[in-house]
T-cell receptor
């Protein structure tokens, strides 16, 4: 089946610093990728949708200047959490939509802890 | 996409079938029923999907009622490793995937 990877799987950073998370589709191309956030004991919440070569679309309540998304190629999207604060600590999951089948595949997630 | 309703939690004995229900009474004709599960601290894992016919794969079976207003995911012989949160999602394939609260299935020895 289609594989989506995320890097890093875990990251700890200090408050005020920025952290970049990579999402790659390994064996398929994706014009559209999605970023989700999941707090403990809660469901996944869609943060933003990124389209290759264009600006991301953010869900209501998600600060686009804080969560920078770049989707520079058909296999890579990055999420940068800028000026991270402890309340940004969460499980971030990306997903990629196969350009041919439209099926959506999920990465393993990145656990961000801001101290 | 149509809204879904699932029980908050369910228990199942190891080795028995786990039957997870999902109501989607407002489903429209071009919307599929998808099932994913999430094991603790992992990304969602695809299980199965269908439009109107029942579907079976190596993981599970999906039974969709004739009126398509509800469905049941069946794990035929649940194991401890099937303990997870199971999400039923109704969507048109090229729409984004949005998650409800899901059902927390606990398989007990």
């Amino acid at each position: 089946g289609a594989v989506v990877s995320q890097h890093p799987s875990r990251v700890i950073c200090k408050s005020g610093t920025s952290v970049k998370i990579e999402c790659r589709s390994l064996d398929f191309q994706a014009t559209t990728m999605f970023w989700y956030r999941q707090f403990p004991k809660q469901s996944l919440m869609l943060m933003a949708t990124s389209n290759e070569g264009s600006k991301a679309t953010y869900e209501q309540g998600v600060e686009k200047d804080k969560f920078l998304i770049n989707h520079a190629s058909l296999t890579l999207s990055t999420l940068t959490v800028t000026s991270a604060h402890p309340e940004d600590s969460s499980f971030y999951i990306c997903s990629a939509r196969d350009i041919r089948s439209y099926e959506q595949y999920f990465g393993p997630g990145t656990r961000l802890t801001v101290t | 996409d149509a809204k879904t309703t699932q029980p908050t939690s369910m228990d199942c004995a190891e080795g028995r079938a786990a039957n997870l229900p999902c109501n989607h009474s407002t489903i429209s004709g071009n919307e599929y029923v998808y099932w994913y599960r999430q094991i603790h601290s992992q990304g969602p894992q695809y299980i199965i999907h269908g439009l109107k016919n029942n579907e079976t794969n190596e993981m599970a079976s999906l039974i969709i009622t004739e009126d398509r207003k509800s469905s049941t995911l069946i794990l035929p012989h649940a194991t401890l490793r099937d303990t997870a949160v199971y999400y039923c999602i109704v969507r048109v394939p090229n729409n984004d995937m949005r998650f409800g609260a899901g059902t927390r299935l606990t398989v007990k020895p």
